[in-house]
């Protein structure tokens, strides 16, 4: 699934590093739990999440992962914005919650780990 | 490179937000040395893991990553509290992080672990109202 059709599918806004949406992806994974995320996850390239702090984009840097989504419109602040630019890492936001958002993508055929 | 190259970081321990900068500056260096990306991953991983312990149980310290040809070794030094039981600590689950790290995101017992999946070796010196020095090392290439 390329990185705008999660966006179409979300009515997601982008925040940052719109050059990146064409790019592909394959698996997500939506966690409050960045310790989860540290330890579970595994070539996800996009991390769903209701947390809003500069510790979501490192965990994503750190998991190479590619597209940030901050569900319920939680809006991040200018630096968390900075960092993701500095990953190139696409950052968005929905008005969705976690569940609804996984789901929209998850019947929309971006799967969690099984086939990748 | 048959010389080890090091590089050495203060890891902040007043400030949360600002926990994990080391390991991301870290990133970048392996990657401009051409270290393949598997290696960087568990790296990086791992690194953060200690860097996050660091700030959050230790009141921070510094980081040490040395790389060689054919192994990187991550130091993580503090001079916090000291972990009173290491296997105790190593067991996933196990955390006496507060709530409010919670809330952040942290603190449920799993970044000694992963740090030790994550890497070859892994070595925990710890003394109570000294410090504690984490030792890790990963393997790449031939
Ligand atoms: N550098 C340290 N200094 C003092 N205590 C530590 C240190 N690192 C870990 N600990 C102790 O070991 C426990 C387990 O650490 P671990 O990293 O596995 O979990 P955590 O940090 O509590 O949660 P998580 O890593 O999932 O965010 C910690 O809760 C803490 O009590
Ligand atoms: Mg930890």
New binding site residues.
């Given amino acids: 699934m390329k990185i705008s059709t999660i966006k179409e599918l979300l009515n997601a806004q982008i925040l940052c590093c719109e050059e990146n949406i064409n790019r592909e992806v394959f698996s997500a994974c939506g966690s409050d739990l960045?310790?989860d995320v540290?330890?579970y996850v595994k070539d996800q390239a996009v991390l769903l999440t209701g947390l809003v702090n500069p510790q979501v984009i490192r965990t994503a840097v750190m998991m190479d992962m590619i597209c940030v989504i901050f569900v319920r419109s939680k809006k991040p602040g200018d630096e968390i914005i900075e960092l993701a630019k500095e990953s190139g890492i696409v950052v968005m936001i929905t008005d969705k919650r976690l569940y609804e958002a996984c789901g929209l993508l998850y019947s929309g055929g971006l799967r969690g780990n099984e086939n990748k | 490179m048959s010389d080890k190259l090091t590089f050495n970081f203060d890891v902040d321990g007043e400030d949360f937000t600002s926990a994990g900068q080391a390991s991301v500056q870290i990133k970048r260096n392996l990657r401009q040395l051409g270290i393949d990306s598997d290696t960087i991953r568990r790296v990086s991983i791992a690194m953060y893991?200690?860097e996050?312990?660091?700030v959050?149980?230790?009141g921070g310290?510094t980081a040490q990553v040395n790389v060689c040809e054919n192994c990187i070794e991550i130091v993580?030094k503090?001079e916090?509290?000291?972990?009173k039981d290491i296997d105790l600590?190593?067991q996933?689950g196990?955390?006496?992080?507060p709530d409010n790290?919670r809330s952040l995101g942290?603190?449920?017992?799993?970044?000694?672990?992963?740090?030790k999946r994550n890497t070859d070796e892994m070595k925990i010196e710890?003394e109570i109202g000294v410090?504690?020095t984490?030792t890790m090392r990963v393997n790449y290439g031939g």
């Fill in positions: 960045m310790s540290l330890a | 893991e200690g996050i312990n660091m959050i149980h230790a310290g993580l503090d916090g509290p000291g972990i600590a190593m996933e196990y955390s006496t992080a790290i942290f603190g449920a017992g799993m970044g000694l672990p992963n740090m710890s410090g504690t984490v």
